[in-house]
């Protein structure tokens, strides 16, 4: 099993910053990707950003280019989205993904949501 813990979420006002981290745990497991995804009531939870382990690209979401970054840091298992210019369609829950290889077999596991509040 892998744990991922997310920090980082909050209030803020409309041209404002926050920075998310998303830390993975647990036992012999090797990252191959982790992302962010947002979820507001009522809609399916979407893709905004993610990073790939192998190769270090990145993948964004047409609203969030040029505002937000993904990067990963690899000695601490965590992901980072660093959000700027962060506009009131930007509330929602932020959830990280990790995509790692365990045992020979690739898995995803989500972790437990973060709300982001951007106030106008």
């Known amino acids: 099993q892998v744990q991922l813990v997310e920090s980082g979420g909050g209030l803020v006002q409309a041209g404002g910053s926050l920075r998310l981290s998303c830390a993975a745990s647990?036992?012999?497991?090797?990252?191959?990707?982790m992302g962010w995804y947002r979820q507001v009531p009522g809609k399916q939870r979407a893709l905004v950003a993610t990073?790939?382990?192998?190769?270090?690209?990145?993948v964004y979401e047409d609203s969030v280019k040029g505002r937000f970054t993904v990067s990963l840091d690899n000695t601490k298992n965590t992901v980072y989205l660093q959000m700027n210019s962060l506009k009131p369609e930007d509330t929602a829950v932020y959830y990280c993904?990790?995509?790692?290889?365990?045992?020979?077999?690739?898995?995803?596991?989500w972790g437990q949501g973060t709300q982001v509040t951007v106030s106008s």
């Open positions: 993904k990790v995509l790692v290889t365990r045992g020979g077999l690739m898995t995803s596991y």
């Open positions: 990073i790939n382990n192998n190769d270090d690209s990145t």
């Open positions: 647990g036992r012999a497991f090797r990252i191959n990707g």
